[in-house]
Nanobody, 115 residues
Framework: VQLQASGGGLVQAGGSLRLSCAAS????????MAWYRQAPGKQRDFVAI???????NYADSVKGRFTISRDNAKNTLYLQMSSLKPEDTAVYYC??????????WGQGTLVTVSS
C-alpha cells in the first residue's frame, strides 16, 4: 500500500487545516489508520487513530481540536485540525496497519503554525 499525504501548509495560530492521506488501494482491509507527527529535533509521536469500525482515539494534546476520519469509498484518511497552536508545528505522517508484519507509512506533510 502506498500512502500519499497532503494538505499541510502555513497557518496562523487559531486557524484550521485538513490533512488527507490517499491510499493506492482499498483501505477497507486496513485494520487501523493513524496520524503521527514529528517536530524538529523530536521523536515521532502519535496523534490520532481510527479503526476499520470507526472507533477513534487521540493524543491528549489534540483532543477536542483534531478529528480523524476515513472515507472508504475514496480510500482516503483525513485529519481535520482546528484551533491550531504553534506547538502543533511538525511533519505529519499517515500510517496504515494491516497486521503486525504489514504496516505502511506515508511520506509526510509539513504543518507550520505561526504565532
Amino acid at each position: 500500500v502506498q500512502l500519499q499525504a497532503s494538505g499541510g501548509g502555513l497557518v496562523q495560530a487559531g486557524g484550521s487545516l485538513r490533512l488527507s492521506c490517499a491510499a493506492s488501494e482499498s483501505i477497507r482491509s486496513l485494520n487501523r489508520m493513524a496520524w503521527y507527527r514529528q517536530a524538529p529535533g523530536k521523536q515521532r509521536d502519535f496523534v490520532a487513530i481510527i479503526t476499520s469500525s470507526g472507533s477513534t482515539n487521540y493524543a491528549d494534546s489534540v483532543k477536542g481540536r483534531f478529528t480523524i476520519s476515513r472515507d472508504n469509498a475514496k480510500n482516503t484518511l483525513y485529519l481535520q485540525m482546528s484551533s491550531l497552536k504553534p506547538e502543533d508545528t511538525a511533519v505529519y505522517y499517515c500510517h496504515a496497519f494491516k497486521s503486525s508484519s504489514d504496516t505502511y507509512w506515508g511520506q509526510g506533510t509539513l504543518v507550520t503554525v505561526s504565532s
